[in-house]
């Protein structure tokens, strides 16, 4: 399958998505608490079918849902990716009672999962998390803090990743499935500057055993890994989706705003502009498919892709959304209006699952290891 190009019915699914984002999904949105989650919405993702194919579908597809989402929905978009992000352990390294229990529940949308990787004091430097995971019977005590988990304190349920081995870096760490009920375990929300469902963790002695692993002792980094290589390219994707959205008013506000006796459109400072958005954006979107046809076909340089456009696609989407605010002058500015909402949306995209800087890192890391000895 070529990466350049959407074969028919991939854009006509696409276009489906977005008729359901502004239609269906964007009531469901309005009527949720801003910045926390959203249960009728999930349900409503759940009844479409779209959390099912979170796990039965790769890539590409789960960019494809997240671009087309986000041109009308910004919500349901950010819903979707985040029980992709905490169940997606557990299909892929869960056992059959954790698969059983936890993922029809949260391909229909009732049971929300959360991904708890970032700590206070680890953020990008995830290897140093220091959640402490000590030997109890024949199972251990969770201990420490987490921040920043998305839809944390209200999920049902967290993939925890905690320091089994102290002083191991990343070889130390290990992932459980840590329901949300266990003794110990409390949370508060977080308030950021665009409404996301955000909060920390406590975890006080929480209790956890063998059958709540997600795969062996001490690999979980590579759990958490793995997960971030399939998500990074979808964190471009809803990118692209907020950066198209941004381009579309901006084309249509600067056709019909009049100024200087004719419209926006008719200075070629300002059309040129817009061609420059149009440019970037489209350039974006082919680097987020390629990445992603990359890990479905399951290709060596993933890591360095899936940095490569997730670093390429915030960064533009950032550029093309304060555009289209230049553009549009002060009714962007209002609160309430598209470009506003999108402003705020975009910033946090460019941090986490890695910030510029750390993908960065990984795309030069890949370089030099694959750079021929004599070059070294
Ligand atoms: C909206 C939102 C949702 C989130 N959801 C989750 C979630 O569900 N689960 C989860 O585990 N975490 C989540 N996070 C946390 C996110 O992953 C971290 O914020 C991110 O990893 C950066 O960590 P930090 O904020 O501690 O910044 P720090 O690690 O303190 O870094 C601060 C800055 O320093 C610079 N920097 C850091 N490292 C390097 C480097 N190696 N080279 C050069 N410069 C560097 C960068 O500019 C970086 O932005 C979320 C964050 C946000 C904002």
């Known amino acids: 399958m070529p990466a350049f190009a959407l074969a028919p019915e991939q854009a006509a699914w696409c276009a489906e998505l977005r008729a359901l984002a502004t239609g269906r999904l964007r009531p469901l949105a309005d009527r949720g608490a801003p910045g926390r989650v959203n249960r009728p919405l999930l349900a409503g993702l759940g009844q479409a079918g779209l959390l099912a194919r979170l796990f039965d579908s790769g890539a590409l597809d789960l960019c494809l849902m997240r671009e087309s989402l986000a041109q009308g929905c910004t919500e349901a978009e950010t819903a979707l990716a985040l029980q992709g992000l905490g169940a997606h352990p557990v299909h892929a390294h869960g056992t059959p009672a954790q698969r059983d229990r936890w993922l ?17 004091g680890a953020g990008s430097d995830a290897a140093a998390l220091s959640l402490a995971a000590e030997p109890d019977g024949d199972g251990w005590r969770l201990t420490g803090a987490k921040c920043w988990i998305s839809n944390a304190p209200e999920a049902d349920f967290y993939t925890v ?23 110990g375990l409390t949370g ?3 308030e950021m500057l665009a409404p996301h469902p955000i909060g920390a963790l406590d975890f006080d002695a929480v209790p956890v055993t063998g059958a709540d692993l997600l795969g062996a002792p001490d690999r979980g980094f590579a759990v958490a890994m793995g997960t971030l290589n399939l998500f990074r390219p979808s964190v471009g994707a809803f990118a692209v989706g907020m950066a198209q959205a941004a381009l579309d008013a901006t084309v249509a506000h600067t056709a019909r705003r009049e100024a200087f006796g004719g419209t926006l459109r008719d200075l070629q400072a300002v059309s040129h502009q817009v061609a420059e958005m149009a440019l970037r954006t489209e350039a974006a979107r082919l680097m987020v498919y390629a990445a992603a ?22 960064e533009t ?3 093309v959304v304060d555009t289209a605010v230049q553009l549009h002058g002060a009714c962007a500015l209002r609160r309430g209006h598209p ?19 750390v993908q960065r890192s990984v795309i030069a890391k890949e370089l030099y290891a694959t750079a021929p000895k004599g070059d070294r």
């Open 317 to 319: 989407a950032q550029y």
């Open 293 to 314: 046809s990359a890990y479905d076909a399951g290709a060596a340089d993933v890591p360095r892709r899936a940095a490569m456009a997730k670093l390429l696609a915030t």
């Open 188 to 190: 508060q929300a977080l």
């Open 104 to 120: 029809p529940r949260v391909a229909d949308g009732s049971a929300v999962a959360a991904f708890a990787l970032s700590e206070p």
């Open 339 to 357: 470009l506003e909402h999108l402003y705020r949306e975009v910033r946090a995209t460019r941090i986490y699952e890695g910030a510029s800087e």
């Open 161 to 183: 990743f905690a320091r089994t081995t102290p002083g191991a870096g990343a070889r130390g760490v290990t992932a459980f499935l840590v329901p949300a009920d266990r003794p």
